[in-house]
């Protein structure tokens, strides 16, 4: 029988917040290739910085509203006066610098796109284009940084983006999938997922076997 949503064992940090697990279950995690997305989650993480995730994911449709849904080619362009509208906006962080960073983020995005052909395969190679799966039993176990979020933030900002440090790479790194980090018990570790989908899948071989066996006995 199919667990109720309730039933499930999830990450630690998820539990208790209805916009955390949900975001828990359909987003964090999966691997995105999406250059729009994967810019989006990069501005939102650069955003979080010194906050908690709680708190940008609580202002996120806010976020795509002011920012034109994070189209790179048109943030890039933004001036003084789009400046002054985001600072005064009460449904994003309004933060100088952060503001600043997302265009700056744009125009160098743009730059990689142009480079590598997209955002994505430029990213991905720093996990060898395939998401690291790790095997962790509890939180604490999750690290900061990584060697590949350090080289992956080293190369941001050598490319001129900003609010890439280590840790925010690597928060970005679990947000797009490029690393799996949900706990062992979890039920969206990949583990667990394997596991019952092929029970799913003999279920239904199950299901068909007996109707098979029903329409040979009438």
């Known amino acids: ?36 997305l994967l810019f ?20 996120r449709e806010s976020y795509r509203a002011a920012f034109d849904n994070f189209h790179a080619a048109q943030i890039a362009r933004y001036g003084a006066s789009e400046k002054t509208r ?57 690290p900061a940084e990584t060697p590949e979020s350090k080289a992956m933030s080293r190369d941001l900002k050598n490319r001129g983006f900003r609010f890439v440090g280590p840790t925010i790479c690597y928060a970005f790194m679990q947000a797009v999938g490029m690393v799996n980090d949900h706990i062992l018990e979890c039920f969206r570790h990949p583990e667990n997922l394997a596991a019952d989908n092929a029970k799913s899948q003999a279920r239904k071989r199950d299901t068909r076997f007996t109707r098979s066996q029903l329409r040979k006995t009438r």
């Not at 989006?40 to 202002?59: C, F, K, P």
């Not at 796109?113 to 720093?126: H, R």
């Open 86 to 142: 985001l600072l005064a906006n009460p449904g994003i962080i309004r933060n100088r610098l952060k503001v600043e960073a997302a265009v700056l983020n744009a125009q160098a995005f743009l730059a990689v796109q142009k480079e590598f052909g997209s955002f994505s395969d430029y990213l991905w190679q720093f996990v060898n284009h395939a998401p690291l799966v790790n095997r962790w039993a509890n939180l604490r176990q999750v």
């Open 40 to 59: 989006e989650l990069l501005i939102l993480e650069g955003a979080q910085a010194g906050l908690s995730w709680l708190t940008v994911l609580q202002r």
């Open 1 to 36: 029988m199919k667990k109720n949503l309730t039933e499930l064992k999830r990450c630690e940090w998820c539990r208790g917040n209805e916009l955390y697990q949900d975001y828990h279950d359909h987003e964090w995690g999966i691997p995105v290739r999406d250059d729009r």
